[in-house]
């Protein structure tokens, strides 16, 4: 019996991780809402109180795990270091950790997979705060001088476009599973050539 003290962000916290243990346990397609409403010791129809569908359930997981990387991206965009060399280090942190999370978790793999094939809203939201991230550091990046001055916009969209194959799930277990990092580490020298040409 659940005590009546725990808060609703506790009980939608609770059905989050119940569904993620059964996600990696037993894949998303098997896992159904009455199996994670057994999991957290509720009824399915308390489930459906804080989430309307299983995908609602699986885009609140994806969000939870691409808010993990955006927070650590974000944290690397703060340091006081030159930028080219935060540029360089954001997009070898999120290879890296699309090789951990997606590589070495296949039900993790399929579940933002199955986000990006489906084109759920929190990958798009996901899509433009990394964009706005990048954006910014090529921003300071051409106000301290180190970058050379052009279209920002342009600059931004490309250098963004040309990072994402390296967080991609598919992507990245298509070209980069035995790589170990080599192709991040040239494209970041790459593209802070380009930047700085």
Request: net charge neutral; proline share 3%; aromatic share 6%.
């Amino acid at each position: 019996m659940r005590s009546a003290s725990i808060t609703q962000p506790e009980v939608r916290s609770q059905i989050l991780t119940a569904a993620e243990k059964l996600f990696r346990s037993y894949g998303y397609g098997k896992t159904t809402v009455a199996d994670i409403a057994r999991e957290c010791g509720m009824s399915p129809a308390n489930v459906y109180r804080f989430f309307e569908s299983k995908v609602a359930v699986n885009e609140a997981i994806t969000e939870v795990l691409l808010e993990e990387v955006e927070t650590r991206a974000q944290a690397i965009a703060g340091e006081q270091r030159p930028v080219a060399d935060r540029l360089r280090k954001i997009l070898l942190e999120m290879h890296g950790f699309a090789l951990e999370r997606y590589l070495n978790e296949s039900s993790v793999h399929d579940l933002c997979a199955k986000a990006m094939d489906e084109q759920w809203g929190v990958i798009e939201a996901h899509i433009q705060r990394t964009r706005a991230l990048t954006r910014s550091l090529i921003e300071e990046g051409m106000r301290n001088g180190e970058f050379a001055k052009r279209d920002l916009n342009s600059a931004a969209a490309c250098v963004h476009n040309a990072m994402m194959p390296f967080c991609h799930p598919q992507l990245v277990a298509e070209n980069f599973s035995k790589d170990q990092k080599r192709q991040a580490v040239l494209m970041g020298e790459f593209l802070v050539a380009a930047l700085k040409a």
